[in-house]
């Protein structure tokens, strides 16, 4: 039995790469981590810089990138540390593995709140449209920002807390980083507090899913009768769709590997699944956004012009940035 101090280490299982695979791997996961940032940082910037993009949709989008930004940054930094100094396992003292598992679970829990809070978005734009601007006010809004990001970081601080100081009578996870649910099957005794918790964080996004599936039965309603409707859910649902399919499916896909993997899949395999959801959701979720939605090509194109002026394309180029309707119209 072990005492679950801050001081206590334990070992992460999944490091068994051989030296050219290593430093393989560290050279293709630093490269996707800087397209992660990249593209989910261009989008917050184009949204926080042109008011066109002002609108509730666009917020709770730039939300969603910001969400990542947070989530990755509790997986990827410590992934690419542990490449360079780890062997077949890797030790992580229990303090910073309990922060690295809140850090990813409450940005999952998150992604689903603002996906959700989209789908309510769009529920209410396609099947209320004349009372739109008086649901979603700007203090509404706000305030549904707010507890999207709240509640999840309260929910699994409630999680991690019913886990400390349980003493262990095991060290080793199996698994490249930390994840709350393994840290508590390491416990002597399972917390009841912990399982308490954790049912009724399952059935509070069960809500989520079941609002989310019940907005877009109302939405697809509103596209048979509607032409106009029809035209607004492939502009804006469409995008938002695939980033819950996609989110949704490589949750359950680790979720059930997690409770039900088998020994005989193989190491690379299991590394795979249990990090898929950090992989693919990250840039899949700005780069669908970025080129479907009109909104945000515009800026994005307008950005690119902008930024081929201030290289120096000399007179000619700044003296037609102010003239005709061209100009005003990309104003």
């Known amino acids: 039995m072990l005492n679950a101090s801050a001081s206590?280490?334990?070992?992460?299982?999944?490091?068994?790469?051989?030296?050219?695979?290593?430093?393989?791997?560290?050279?293709c996961v630093l490269l996707w981590y800087l397209l992660i940032v990249a593209a989910n940082v261009i989008l917050v910037a184009?949204?926080?810089?042109?008011?066109?993009l002002h609108a509730p949709m666009y917020v709770f989008m730039c939300s969603l990138c910001v969400?990542?930004?947070?989530?990755?940054?509790?997986?990827?930094?410590?992934?690419?540390?542990?490449?360079?100094?780890?062997?077949?396992?890797?030790?992580?003292?229990?303090?910073?593995?309990?922060?690295?598992?809140?850090?990813?679970h409450s940005s999952m829990c998150g992604e689903f709140s603002v996906l959700t809070l989209m789908a309510y978005d769009r529920y209410v734009a396609i099947c209320r449209p004349l009372s739109y601007r008086a649901e979603m006010t700007r203090s509404r809004v706000l305030l549904l920002l707010l507890l999207s990001w709240l509640v999840p970081l309260?929910?699994?601080?409630?999680?991690?807390?019913?886990?400390?100081?349980?003493?262990?009578?095991?060290?080793r996870i199996q698994r490249l980083y930390c994840v709350n649910w393994m840290v508590t099957r390491l416990t002597c005794e399972l917390p009841l507090e912990n399982v308490a918790v954790v049912y009724f964080?399952?059935?509070f996004y069960f809500a989520h899913f079941l609002l989310v599936l019940g907005s877009y039965v109302c939405v697809l309603r509103a596209c048979v009768n509607s032409r106009d409707s029809s035209a607004r859910f492939s502009n804006t649902c469409v995008p938002h769709l695939v980033s819950l399919v996609s989110f949704t499916?490589?949750?359950?896909?680790?979720?059930?590997?997690?409770?039900?993997?088998?020994?005989?899949?193989?190491?690379?395999?299991?590394?795979?699944?249990?990090?898929?959801?950090?992989l693919v959701p990250p840039l899949l979720n700005p780069l669908i956004y970025g080129l479907k939605l009109s909104k945000v090509r515009h800026a994005l194109t307008l950005m690119l012009r902008l930024q081929d002026k201030a290289e120096g394309r000399g007179p000619q180029g700044r003296g037609s940035e102010g003239r005709g309707p061209q100009g005003r119209a990309v104003e």
Request: hydrophobic content about 55%.
């Open 249 to 278: 499916a490589s949750v359950l896909l680790d979720l059930l590997y997690m409770r039900f993997g088998s020994a005989h899949i193989s190491q690379h395999a299991a590394n795979f699944f249990t990090i898929e959801f950090l």
């Open 201 to 203: 964080n399952m059935i």
């Open 67 to 104: 969400n990542t930004l947070y989530g990755t940054l509790g997986f990827y930094p410590k992934f690419l540390w542990d490449l360079l100094r780890c062997g077949a396992a890797c030790s992580v003292s229990y303090g910073a593995c309990l922060l690295q598992g809140y850090v990813i």
């Open 46 to 52: 184009l949204v926080a810089a042109h008011r066109a």
């Open 154 to 171: 309260l929910a699994m601080f409630l999680n991690t807390a019913t886990v400390m100081g349980r003493a262990l009578c095991g060290v």
């Open 8 to 27: 206590l280490v334990l070992s992460l299982s999944g490091f068994s790469f051989s030296a050219p695979q290593r430093a393989l791997l560290f050279c």
